[in-house]
């Protein structure tokens, strides 16, 4: 399984970015793939995470209303439309997938991750 994102990079207070996540074969079938971030000294944190049979979702207290997950199962994809960001959002933003029975899944139970992306906000 891999999975690649794409999509970060700088932007301003108050302004948006989308975040893409192309998994193998299949990497979203019965899974939750979620998207998680670590800024420099601080620990990982979970931000979204889609069942994708169902599509339900959940996202964190920090962005809840800001952030948007969602996906294209056709193409594999998952997506995180970012808006109103904040500098606290700056982040390295990785995509992870889980097949544990759990919703939404801890941090330590998703089996794959990408190598994640850079989002700054300045």
């Known amino acids: 399984v891999q999975l690649v994102e794409s999509g970060g990079g700088s932007v301003q207070a108050g302004g948006s970015l989308t975040l893409s996540c192309i998994g193998s074969?299949?990497?979203?079938?019965?899974?939750?793939m979620g998207w998680s971030r670590q800024a420099p000294g601080k620990e990982r944190e979970g931000v979204a995470v889609?069942?994708?049979?169902?599509?339900?979702?959940y996202y964190a207290d920090s962005v809840e209303g800001r952030f948007t997950i969602s996906q294209d199962f056709a193409q594999n994809t998952v997506y995180l439309q970012m808006d109103s960001l904040k500098p606290e959002d700056t982040a390295m933003y990785y995509c992870?997938?889980?097949?544990?029975?759990?919703?939404?899944?801890?941090?330590?139970?998703?089996?794959?991750w990408g190598q994640g992306t850079q989002v700054t906000v300045s």
């Open positions: 074969g299949d990497t979203f079938l019965n899974s939750c």
């Open positions: 992870a997938a889980s097949y544990a029975f759990r919703f939404p899944p801890h941090l330590y139970e998703y089996n794959y």
């Open positions: 889609i069942y994708t049979d169902g599509g339900s979702t």
